[in-house]
């Protein structure tokens, strides 16, 4: 088994309180699911809109992430599956894909230090 990380990436949306209870009854359920088959290793967390980036030689600092951006990471988990293609099938449960988002799918690398 291998570890993979899911990044979840979407438009922030408006909608309502009951709109948004239902979407993360669906998030629940989908990670019920995952932790019941084992699959589930870490639960991540979701992250807040705001954030700077830093980049460059420079180390340039600016607001961030950005509101025009097409598809902003909104949260990640790390899950354990046979191969990059058993996790990819696993991602497909994911309710982001309810709302147009997507899942970027990545393997994890094991570093012995």
């Known amino acids: 088994m291998s570890e993979f990380t899911y990044l979840f990436r979407g ?23 995952l932790k019941a088959t084992g699959s589930l290793k870490n639960p991540g967390l979701p992250l807040e809109a705001s954030g700077k980036v830093v980049e460059g030689t420079k180390k340039v600092v600016k607001d961030g992430p950005y509101a025009e951006a097409k598809d902003l990471v909104g949260g990640f988990i790390t899950v354990e599956a046979r191969d990059l293609d058993h996790a990819v099938e696993l991602s497909k449960g994911c309710p982001i894909f309810d709302v147009g988002g997507s899942v970027e799918v990545r393997p994890v690398q094991i570093i012995n230090m």
């Open 11 to 33: 438009r922030r949306m408006d909608v309502s309180a009951e709109e948004r209870r239902a979407q993360t009854e669906k998030w629940f359920a989908w990670f019920k699911d």
